[in-house]
């Protein structure tokens, strides 16, 4: 890896920006609902996405500020999603079942990387073909995240 290549630089950029606002997420998860700030946050993210993967080759600032935002608000859905899914559970059984989520979201990471590698291709010229397409799908998840996340309820 090449310190300084776009790919170091829209990884650090989103890690340096989920640091702050991961804690203030949860603070607004804890003050207005979980729900609510989740909604927020998908529809947010969505945005991004959109704009992500139907705007075409950007300048470097123009990427890492929506990679930015991307990683502040696609990663800030954890806070309150991680929360209402702890509660899912009795307290007995918390450490298997979020175990048992961590290899879930592991499972969904390789086969949405797989699905996502079925989409995209590369066009001539090294274009990428087809990554509107992919956003739309990520679209699509993250709406019908929204139906997941009403449809849990606390076990306390």
């Not at 696609?74 to 918390?94: D, E, K, M, T, Y």
């Not at 797989?114 to 998840?141: N, S, Y």
Request: hydrophobic share 55%; with cysteine; net charge positive.
């Amino acid at each position: 890896m090449v310190y300084g290549s776009p790919l170091f630089l829209i990884y650090l950029t989103g890690g340096v920006v989920t640091i702050f606002t991961g804690p203030w997420i949860g603070r607004l998860a804890d003050a207005h609902g979980r729900f609510h700030i989740y909604a927020c946050l998908v529809g947010a993210a969505c945005a991004v996405i959109f704009l992500l993967t139907h705007s075409g080759p950007q300048p470097l600032w123009q990427t890492l500020l929506l990679a930015a935002c991307f990683f502040a608000f696609a990663s800030g859905r954890f806070v309150p999603g991680q929360a209402v899914i702890s509660l899912a559970v009795p307290p007995a059984r918390r450490g298997a079942f979020m175990s048992l989520i961590a290899c879930s979201r592991d499972l969904a990471a390789g086969l949405t990387a797989t699905f996502g590698g079925m989409i995209v291709a590369e066009g001539p010229g090294g274009r990428i073909l087809h990554f509107d397409r992919l956003g739309w799908c990520a679209i699509a998840v993250s709406i019908g995240s929204l139906w997941l996340f009403r449809s849990l309820q606390s076990a306390e």
